[in-house]
């Protein structure tokens, strides 16, 4: 019997205990150094969620090498996987069951974690963007590709902008 409440609690809640190991892993990152592993639990929905990665948004990453021209591959790289990472777990997986705006508030939890300030308060309006983009067009590519772009604008413009 006990099995069976822990199969069904852990699938009743596996979404809030996916996000709290991000969170912890965030937090075990920000406060003790260690290595930022939340990415794994970030991309552990391509384990059990069937995913289309190829439709008809998918011609926005043809516009992907021209960002070679402006940024580090390295730096693109990591941003790209994060930015994948992030809509795979909030938009496809968590709004499976959570409303836009929930997802949205949740989306800004790690990020206030890592920068505390009022940009990382910020990032609650472009999540609701994505998340708004995601329900209309069900495209992870897009979202994505939205989700890249909008970060590549923001460093772009915060290296030009003074710091407060």
Do not use: C
Not at 55 to 80: E, G, Q
Not at 94 to 110: A, D, E, G, I, T
């Amino acid at each position: 019997m006990t099995g069976k409440r822990i199969r069904s609690f852990t699938k009743s809640y596996s979404e809030l205990i996916l996000y709290l190991l991000v969170l912890l892993f965030v937090s075990l990152h920000k406060f003790l150094g260690i290595p930022n592993l939340s990415i794994f639990f970030l991309l552990s929905p391509l384990v059990f969620l069937e995913i289309r990665l190829l439709d008809r948004w998918i011609f926005l990453w043809l516009l992907y090498p021209i960002a070679f021209l402006f940024f580090d591959a390295l730096w693109l790289l990591s941003m790209t996987l994060s930015a994948f990472a992030e809509e795979l777990f909030f938009r496809a997986y968590l709004m499976k069951r959570f409303s836009n705006l929930s997802v949205s508030l949740m989306f800004v939890v790690p990020h206030l974690i890592l920068n505390p300030g009022i940009l990382s308060l910020l990032t609650f309006f472009p999540s609701l963007f994505f998340g708004f983009a995601y329900q209309k067009t069900k495209s992870l590519a897009f979202v994505s590709f939205l989700h890249l772009f909008s970060n590549l604008v923001y460093f772009k413009l915060t290296y030009f902008l003074p710091t407060f």
